[in-house]
């Protein structure tokens, strides 16, 4: 059967008007699940760059991390402190940088007084799965424990003195995209601290 | 199937067997080479298009008569992408961290062809119960081959079946298993005994 123009347009209005309604209908119903999955996601990750996530339930975690973690600013980055009685045992600090494909974000932990490294996690990549996407994976991110932090000698892919940090082969724009985005952060974070 | 009353039954051969959507069709095949190196992913992938895919074919199949022809791919499209959206939302609400690994590809299957294929060549010309049963079963298909290449990509790429360890050898895993050419051996392997088997069989027949 023919219909003319303006029944066309109507129809695609309406049509669309009500698909609209219950998809936002649907969103607002998914958001607090979402939200606090989020949530759960962003404290692990915090827990994990300071070594205390293995095999903690999400209850756990949200126990663990409101009772040793704490947010802070350090030179006006917003990041968290571990502390433990009273004592800050080291700081999550949040990095966000280019890679091969978008953005890459997470945090890196560091000790009290910012002179190694205690864990990187990605809370955001979306590089190839399989090539870049292998830095979200434990054997890559493992290495970023208990690296040194000097001024002047920004972390580097290969041996070194006291350390050793393996690149992902087949992602070398992704693995040299990390440790930029890492020294730049450092060079503007903890050197600005007047660390060493 | 003797009875006329047995059309579900023709549906599901047609669409699970005798044209299966990735085998015979060879649609879907994106996500079938992405997705299959694990079962869990696979098993919710393909949930996740069965669904899609009879709701789609339902909902585009009960507005068949009002929808203008010439923007009919259009409303497809639109009708497609919210049940998609909302596959996503769910996910991401219910099953945080298989949406988390599926990544893209859900929001993907709204390029999925078999989905646009099942509209077009089926709902828009049937009533809306058979066009139900026509998608649900044409994405259990797809489903089935899903699963069926990750059953093998898992097994030799990480030694699991659905995460279970079933490494009792000790062999060492196949890399290329967890990688997307894999599938595409097993999916091109499998279309080709499919083939062949066609062959023989309709040979004697055109003679």
Known sequence: MKKGHL???????????????????????????????????????????FDLEKDLTD??????????????????????????????????????????????????????????????VFTKQSETPGLGGRID?????????????????????????????????????TSTAVLKTLNTMMDAVIFQEGVQ | MSNKSCQMCDIAKTQVVRENQVLRQVLGICSSLAVTNSLNNSLVMGLGLSFVTALSSFTLSAMRDIIPHRVRMLVQTLV??????????????????????????????????????????????????????????????????????????????FGTIFGMNVNFLGFTTWTIMIMPPAAFFIIGSMIWFLNARGLKKSAPKAK
């Open chain 1, 59 to 120: 209850q756990q975690v949200r126990d663990t991390f409101g009772q040793v973690i704490e947010e802070t600013a350090i030179q006006g980055v917003e990041g968290y402190a571990y502390k433990q009685d009273g004592a800050v045992q080291g700081y999550a600090l949040p990095f966000e940088g280019a890679a091969l494909w978008g953005s890459i974000s997470g945090y890196l932990g560091v000790n009290a007084d910012m002179t190694e490294t205690t864990g990187l």
């Open chain 1, 7 to 49: 029944y066309t347009l109507g129809f695609m209005v309406v049509l669309t008007a009500a698909l609209i309604f219950i998809l936002a209908a649907a969103y607002e119903g998914f958001k607090p699940s979402i939200a606090s999955n989020a949530q759960l996601r962003n404290e692990r990750a915090v827990l994990y760059v």
């Open chain 1, 137 to 173: 994976e434990l054997v890559y991110r493992e290495q970023f424990r208990g690296l040194p932090i000097v001024k002047g000698q920004p972390l580097a892919y290969g041996s070194h003195d006291g350390y050793t940090i393996d690149a992902i082969t087949g992602a070398t724009q």
């Open chain 2, 80 to 157: 497609i992408a919210v049940y998609v959206i909302f596959v996503d939302l769910f996910l991401q609400a219910y099953l945080p961290e298989i949406s988390k690994q599926l990544g893209p590809y859900v929001g993907l299957i709204i390029t999925n062809c078999i989905i646009m294929g099942r509209a077009e060549a089926f709902a828009q010309k049937n009533p809306p119960v058979p066009a139900l049963f026509d998608g649900l079963f044409a994405g259990l298909g797809y489903t089935a081959v899903l699963l069926f290449v990750s059953l093998i990509r898992e097994v030799l790429g």
